[in-house]
């Protein structure tokens, strides 16, 4: 029996997708079973890496959702309309839904879970998170016994091949992100990639899955690329870093008497210590380091982003539907005649989880500052981190930039908002020009 397949995209992914389709030999049996039916595109004359018959092509979308004899309905257009209004018809049309959107999903989870669950249909997603690496399936199922206590992860593809082309060849930022969007791997307007807000979808969507409740997007914070430097990078190498754009989710201890918990959820450019898994994840790839209990720690790793790896996911997905409308067509259903669906992997949460602010975050801080050359600079600098309970593990200085000095120090753990209120304060010293950089440590 085959599964009609509704198509709307083809782009990157999209064409991905087809490419896996129509050539089933040595996948499972199953992909045999799936029929792409229609494709929903914007164009029609524009040209095609993949031979479709010209009567499968539409640039009517909402055709394609409302057809009755559509089963699974696959979302790669990217966007957050059409692809929201879309992704909806469908649901209400009784289809369920794979999707790569993280866009539209850490916006409208919560409106399109809830339509999922009232007409008893599945929204897949594990393509909008690390690209081909398996990482949605796994936190909902095959680790789903353990209280998960920290994600971090190298969640976007664009940003990580442009910091490693950075380290290795210190090109221009400019030229390797065009190179960068050529290969397939930045979004349609790729500022979502470089300012982390790519990152900031991907980890709100993690963070809900593995710690059970909604993450509204405002509350994480987010920083992007743009302010690290080749010097950062350098700087980085001798103290024996490498610099990453991390995402991270991680449970809050809860202090003495607290009983309420709290999640930090952040997006930054971050140092890593050599020695570190995630030092080691470069050009596209990406990897996402789950600690839970009692498992300990899991990495994931592979690539996050292009047209093969990513269709991966959406033909896994599109798989595991099919596989339980084979086995399940007979089906079991609510008292209201709603489809029963599998706990593991429909999405059922209600609350939304309480996120600790900044400033009480506790991490160490990595800061570049260029100074008038006069002497006591870094004893003053020195004295106010000190004001402010700040201590220091280092201070540089290595040499002049014009008539500037550069001073670049690293931080013990520190509160955020202790270290913030100092780099205030130092800001408006006489002997500070400008202070060009402010990263976070791991
Ligand atoms: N590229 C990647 O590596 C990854 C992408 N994703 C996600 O997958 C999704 C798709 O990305 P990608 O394939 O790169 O995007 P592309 O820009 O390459 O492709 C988008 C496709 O959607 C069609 N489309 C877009 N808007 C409309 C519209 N309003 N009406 C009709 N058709 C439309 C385009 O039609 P036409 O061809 O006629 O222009 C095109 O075929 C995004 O959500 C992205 O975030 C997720 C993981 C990795
Ligand atoms: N633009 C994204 C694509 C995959 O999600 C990235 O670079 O990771
Ligand atoms: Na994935």
Known sequence: ???????????????????????????????????????????????????????????????????????????????????????????????????????????????????????????????????????????????????????????????????????????????????????????????????????????????????????????????????????????????????????????????????LEQLQIRVHPTLIPHPHPLANVNDVYNAILIEGDPVGQVMFYGRGAGAGPTASAVVADVLNIAALLQVGRSGLTHTDGTPLLDPLLACSHQHYCAIAPMAELVTRFYARFLTQDYPGVIGKLGTCFGNHDVSLESVVQTGLQGNLAEIVVVTHDVREGNFQQALAEIRNFDSIHTIPSVLRVL
Do not use: W
């Open 1 to 259: 029996m085959a599964f009609k397949i509704g198509l709307l995209g083809l782009g990157t992914v999209g064409t991905g997708t087809v490419q896996i389709l129509a050539d089933p030999a040595q996948r499972h049996p199953l992909v045999q079973e799936l029929e792409l039916y229609r494709v929903g595109v914007r164009t029609l004359d524009k040209p095609r890496s993949v031979e479709l018959p010209a009567t499968c092509l539409t640039t009517d979308l909402a055709s394609i959702v409302t057809d009755p004899s559509v089963d699974i309905v696959v979302e790669v257009l990217g966007g957050l309309e059409p692809a929201r209004t879309l992704i909806l018809q469908a649901i209400a049309h009784g289809k369920h839904v794979v999707t790569a959107n993280k866009a539209v999903i850490a916006r409208y989870g919560e409106e399109i879970f809830t339509a999922a669950a009232q007409s008893g249909v599945y929204v897949l997603l594990e393509a909008a998170v690390g690209g081909g690496i398996p990482v949605i399936e796994p936190l909902k199922q095959s680790l789903c016994g353990n209280r998960i206590q920290a994600i971090i992860g190298i969640v976007n593809g664009t940003t990580n091949y442009i910091l490693t082309r950075m380290q290795r060849e210190g090109g221009d930022f400019s030229e390797i992100l065009a190179d960068a969007q050529q290969l397939g791997y930045a979004e349609a307007d790729p500022s979502a990639d470089v300012d982390g807000l790519d990152a900031a979808d991907k980890i709100a969507i993690l963070a809900s899955l593995g710690f059970g409740g909604r993450i509204k997007l405002s509350d994480v914070y987010c920083e992007g690329i743009r302010q690290v430097s080749a010097a950062d990078i350098t700087y980085a190498e001798k103290f024996g870093f490498v610099i990453k754009l991390l995402a991270i989710a991680r449970r809050e201890p809860l202090p003495l008497g607290i009983d």
